[in-house]
C-alpha cells in the first residue's frame, strides 16, 4: 500500500476534521515553524492522539514523522497496514526487550530495546512522536513521565524535543470508547527544549512536563502544579507502549 503525498494530505484533512483539531503554535499562531526533525511529545488521552499530531504536521515533514505505537494493539491485520504503511509508526513490545525478538518489518520492533530502537530511528534522521506518561490518562490531567524522554534527549542531544499539548481529544474519544463524540479539540504546538548539559532526569522531566500542564491549564482547565519523573523502572516506551491497549 503506497499512499502518494496528496493522498497523505488529503487524508491528514480528514483526520483533522474529525477531530475538529485547530492548530496553533504556544503564541497562539496559526503558522507553524517545526525543525526539520524533532522528538514530538504529548500528553495522551485518546487513540486520535499520534493521528491528530502526525496530521497537523506539514506536508513535508510528515513523510519523516514516526509515532510509536503499541505493537499488541496495532500489529496485526488492517491496523497494522495503517499504522506501518500509512504513518510509518514505529511498533514497540508493551512487554518489553526479549534476546528472542527479530525485526519482523522494515517499521518493527528493534531487537536491542525500546529505547535503543526509537534512538535508532532518530539516527537515521527521523522524527518521534512519543508520550510520555506512558499510559492513556482521562485528558484532564496530565501524569508523571517516565524516563524514555529523557534518555532519548541524552543519546541525541541536537535533536529539539518539541512539546505539544492536546486538549479535549479525549473528550472526542475518551478511553473505553469506540464510537467519537464530536468535540472542538486544540493541538499547541511549543517551542523546543534541549537537555542542558548538566540537567538530571528528574528536572528535565519535570520541565518537560510543566510545558504541558501550563498549556492544558490555558486551553482546557486548571492542573496540578508539577509532578517529579519516576524511577526510571520500565523505560518510557514499554510503558508508552500500552497507550493503545483498548
Known sequence: MNVGRASRRGLAKLISAFAG??????AGESGLDLPEQAIYYANHSSHLDFLTI??????????RARPVAAKDYWGSGVRKAFAERIFNAYLV??????S??????DSGVSPKGQVEGMAEVLAAGDSLIIFPEGTRGEGDTIAAFHGGLYKLARLHPQVPVVPVTLANLGRILPKGEVIPVPHLSTVIFCEPL???PDEDRQ???ARARQVLVEGLAK?????PADAPGEDDGPSAAPRQARQDKP
Do not use: I, K, M, Y
Open 21 to 26: 483539531a485547530r492548530v496553533v503554535t504556544a
Open 54 to 63: 502526525w496530521a497537523a504536521l506539514p506536508a513535508a515533514l510528515q513523510q
Open 93 to 98: 513490545d508493551r512487554h518489553g526487550s526479549s
Open 100 to 105: 528472542r525478538r527479530q525485526r519482523t518489518s
Open 194 to 196: 534541549h537537555l542542558e
Open 203 to 205: 528536572t528535565f522531566l
Open 219 to 223: 486551553h482546557q482547565g486548571p492542573q
